[in-house]
């Protein structure tokens, strides 16, 4: 609406200036206005906004990087012994693993103002982005609170609807930038007197520019109705992700209380002010064009009781054992029988529900199994040599003989010093436990997102030589190299995928191959193939055939995951249902189950965090 509302003005300016241009036609009200005129002015409006918005869009394509250096990001890739840095890692890494998703990279922003954001296409090349001032004067409660509230956009997909209106935004600005230009020309060469032509150009440079600035202003309204919204259901979203109001009304408060509030100093925040936790810019409508509710609104809906007063300062913490890393407590009550290669009891119902909407438990499972990783593979997933070693690591075969074909590629092929990493890392082979697979893999991502495009083509093609190494691929291999390749293909290769259009008919063989894999996945199942496979299909409107064992391969599989990342968004949720149901017939679910179904629902972006 606003962009029509341009093109009908621009028309009218453009209806007057030809008119100012003949000044008999207009004395005499002989001035015509065809609809070739119209639709030509329609089409140059529509394509200056168009092309500015494709342009802007397509520079922010590269990932939440780019928009984190326009703030001088500053890449955290190691705490370095601060302690607050050091817990500012933690407690990104546990939000990632606790909702399922890669672990973000974390950018330091050089500003005393209290603010964060997320920024990126989607959770593969998603960064988290705080401020100097946040993490030094927010406590560890008020910063979990903070980044859960980042996650929430991550997980809600507000991220690729922020960067949309950055890019609306900056294509409706476009036509003041043109106009200014034409304003500029319109004032001659050396010497030239100015004519009624001049006057006209003149006279559409002006309009053009005071155009683009009201569609500039009007668009910020509409930035800041639909930010405000959102960053209403992202607070709520906190709370029941941390399970602790006063996390993130904490840092509210304190940001009330503080001097240099959330105003960021940059220049550019304005343009990502939708973005951030807190209004991170001064507007001169105040509310009407602010992009975040008042604070107080905030505090309120968290605090029903609040009394009105803000945080000057922070009380002292009373531990920072957690944030030092020693997190040997918290698997205290975490019983190795949980554990394992066996199965485990699921509630599929729960799993369901957190799916997209993490809760509590997901955090403290997630803290756990972070804990239970060894301290040489989680320090090493960290950096970018030796997080392709923990990859490598993952893939190789527990027979000698094939492991030895494995390590002689990598000797051929793969950088000395990732080699060396991998010799150091060899011993500890036999302490990975497939419930801590997927976490450690997840805690590389950042780490391998620091890979130059040569490394990362390298990388992937030795993880494919891996896995063929032995001739065949496993559930295990296929759920890594998956994982893999679609969060490093989108911060590598750009692969940002569409909302897809189908439904379920369009997909029903799909389906079919999927559930039957899973159907047969477990052959310690007490419940039979076909039972398993009747209880996910009860979850969808399809009729469907469970598909002969020795039909179903890797390939196919992975074929018909691709085929479903084209369903409709709103119909993903139920096949996931369909899915879970399906390991869970019996009422346990093993650790291979468990990760497919996650590798799955991770490839159709929904999802689902580690299941307690």
Known sequence: ??????????????????????????ATQQVSYDWRMFVGISLVVITLVGLGSMYRIHSLSQGGQIVAEMLDGVLLVDAQGDIKKRRLLNIVEEMAIASGTPVPPVYLIPDQAINAFAAGYSPGDAVIGITLGALENLNRDQLQGVIAHEFSHILNGDMRLNIRLMGVLYGILLLAVVGRMVLFSSRGGRGSKRDNGGAWLLAIGLGMFALGYIGKFFGTLIKAAVSRQREFLADASAVQFTRHPAGISGALKRIGGYEQGSILQNPESEEMSHAFFCGGVSFAFGALTSTHPPLADRIKRLEPGWDGDYLSQNAPESSTDRDEGGASGLVA??????????????????????MGHPDASQLDLARQLIALIPAALADGAREPYSARAVVYLLLLDADAVIRDRQLTHLAASADSNVMRRLQDLLPLRDQIDPAIRL??????????????????????????????????????????????????????????????????????????????????????????????????????????????????????????????????????????????????????????????????????????????
Not at 7 to 22: C, E, H, K, P, S
Not at 333 to 354: I, P, Q
């Open 439 to 612: 976490p450690l893999l997840e805690l590389t991502m950042p780490a391998l997102r620091q890979l130059t495009q040569r490394q990362y083509v390298l990388f992937k093609d030795n993880i494919d030589a891996l896995i063929r190494a032995d001739q065949k691929m496993g559930l295990s291999e296929w759920a890594l190299q998956k994982f893999v390749v679609k969060h490093l293909g989108e911060a590598f290769d750009r692969h940002q995928r569409r909302a897809g259009g189908k439904r379920y008919a369009a997909v029903s063989k799909d389906c079919a191959i999927l559930l039957s894999m899973l159907a047969y996945c477990d052959a310690t199942s007490s419940v039979e193939p076909s039972a398993a496979f009747e209880q996910g299909c009860h979850h969808l409107d399809i009729k469907l055939a469970l598909l002969p064992r020795e039909s179903m391969s890797l390939e196919l599989l992975n074929a018909s995951v691709d085929s479903l990342t084209r369903l409709r968004p709103l119909l993903k949720p139920r096949l996931l249902k369909a899915c879970i149901a399906t390991i869970t017939a019996d009422g346990i679910a093993t650790p291979i189950e468990i990760e497919l179904v996650r590798t799955v629902a991770d490839t159709l972006d929904c999802p689902i965090p580690p299941i307690v």
């Open 333 to 354: 009550g975490f019983s190795a029988g949980s554990l394992g290669t066996g199965g485990r009891k699921v509630d599929s119902e729960h799993v369901f529900n957190t």
């Open 1 to 26: 609406m606003a962009v029509v509302s341009i093109i009908l003005l621009m028309n009218v300016l453009v209806f007057f200036a030809a008119g100012f241009q003949d000044s008999y036609a207009m």
